[in-house]
C-alpha cells in the first residue's frame, strides 16, 4: 500500500517508529505538498467571486500550477522510500573480497545519487511553490491571506528540510565531482529564500 | 470520520479544496505532529544500542514527551476544525434587531476566543518540541541526525503556522484586552524561536 494511501495518523506512527522510513526525506516532499495545497485551498476560495472579478486569470494559473506541484510532491514522497530502500539493499551487499567490495561500492554510489536526486526535486518544487505564495497572497480571497502565509512556511520548512537529504546522501557519496556539483545546485536553491519566507510572512500578517 | 483517520492523500484533497476547514490551523498542528513524530524516531533508533548506552535514560525521557506531544497535536488537529465550525455558525446568526446583533456578537467573541486557544495551544506545544529537537541532535543516533534537523524545521513552522491563526482570530475579536493579552502571549513564544532553529539546523549540517 502506498504510503500516503494510509490514514494521516498511521503516516504519523510509522514515522515515529524505529522503522528507517518513512522519515525526514517523506517530510520535507510532505510539507511541500501541504504548502501547495493551501496555495490551491487560496485560489479555490477566489475563483468564480465577484469581489476578485479582475484576478481570475491569473488564480486559475496560479491554481493549475499548484495542483500540479502538489500531485508531484505525493509521487515524491513514495519515491522517496523507494530509493531509501534501495541504498539499505546496496549497503547489505558483501564485501569479503576485492571484487564484492568494488561491485558494492559502485552499487552504493548509484543507489545514493538516486537518493540525492528525491531530496533535491523536492526542494526546486519549494521553491516553485514560494513563488506562488506572494500572488497568492497579495491577489487571492483576503478571507483566506493566513492560509497563503502557512503555505511560504511550510514550504520553506520542506525546502530546507530536502536540503539536509541532499547533505547526508552526499556526505557519503564517493564521486566528489558530483558531490560539488549538487552542493552548489543546492546552495542555489537555498539562496535568499528565508528571507524571501520573511518578506511574504510579513506581507500576510499586515493583511490580517 | 475523524480527519486523521483519512488517507493522506484524502487530507491534502480537503485541504486543497474550497471547503474553509482544515485550513492552516490544521497544517499547523500537523507540522507540529510531523516534528514531534520526528523525534521519537531518532528517539526509536537510539533506544536499545549499546553504542548510545550512555544516553538511554535521557532519551527514554525525550521520547516520552515527544509521544505525548504527537497525541496531544493530533488531537489539536481535530479540535480547529471543531472550532473553526463555532465561528461560521456564529457569523450566520440573524442580525435583523438590535437584540439579535447583540447576541450574534456575543456569540461570535465566545467562538473566536474558543478559536484562538487552538492554536495558541499548538504554538506552546510547537515551541516544547522545538526544546526537544537539540538534545535529540546531540544525544540521538547520528545516523538519524537530519531528522531531528527536519523536526525542528516543522515545529518552528508549525509556531509561526499557529501564530498566524492566532493573529487572525484576534484581528476579530471584539474584547480588546483578551486581545492585546492572548498578543502578548503570542509575541513571548515566538521570541528568539527562528534564532533557535538556525542555531539547532547548523549543529545537524556539523554531524552530517
Do not use: H
Request: a negative charge; proline letters at 3%; aromatic letters at 4%.
Amino acid at each position: 500500500m502506498a504510503l500516503t494511501d494510509k490514514p494521516v495518523t498511521t503516516f504519523l506512527d510509522e514515522l515515529a517508529s524505529d522503522a528507517p522510513a518513512p522519515g525526514g526525506g517523506s517530510v520535507a516532499a510532505l510539507s511541500g505538498a501541504l504548502g501547495a495545497a493551501l496555495v490551491s485551498m487560496v485560489c479555490n476560495l477566489t475563483v468564480g467571486k465577484k469581489k476578485y472579478a479582475d484576478v481570475q486569470d491569473d488564480i486559475k494559473a496560479l491554481l493549475e500550477q499548484s495542483e500540479a506541484l502538489r500531485k508531484e510532491f505525493v509521487e515524491l514522497l513514495e519515491d522517496d522510500v523507494r530509493v531509501f530502500t534501495e541504498v539499505s539493499k546496496a549497503m547489505k551487499m558483501p564485501r569479503d573480497t576485492e571484487e564484492q567490495k568494488a561491485a558494492r561500492a559502485e552499487a552504493m554510489d548509484k543507489a545514493l545519487k538516486a537518493a540525492t536526486g528525491v531530496p533535491m526535486r523536492v526542494a526546486e518544487n519549494c521553491v516553485k511553490v514560494m513563488d506562488l505564495c506572494r500572488p497568492a497572497a497579495e491577489k487571492g480571497n483576503v478571507n483566506a491571506v493566513s492560509d497563503a502565509g502557512v503555505a511560504v512556511l511550510m514550504a520553506e520548512a520542506g525546502l530546507r528540510s530536502a536540503a539536509l537529504n541532499v547533505l547526508i546522501n552526499l556526505a557519503w557519496i564517493k564521486d566528489k565531482e558530483f558531490a560539488a556539483e549538487q552542493r552548489a545546485k543546492l546552495d542555489s536553491l537555498l539562496e535568499g529564500k528565508p528571507a524571501l519566507k520573511d518578506e511574504i510572512y510579513d506581507l500576510v500578517v499586515e493583511k490580517l
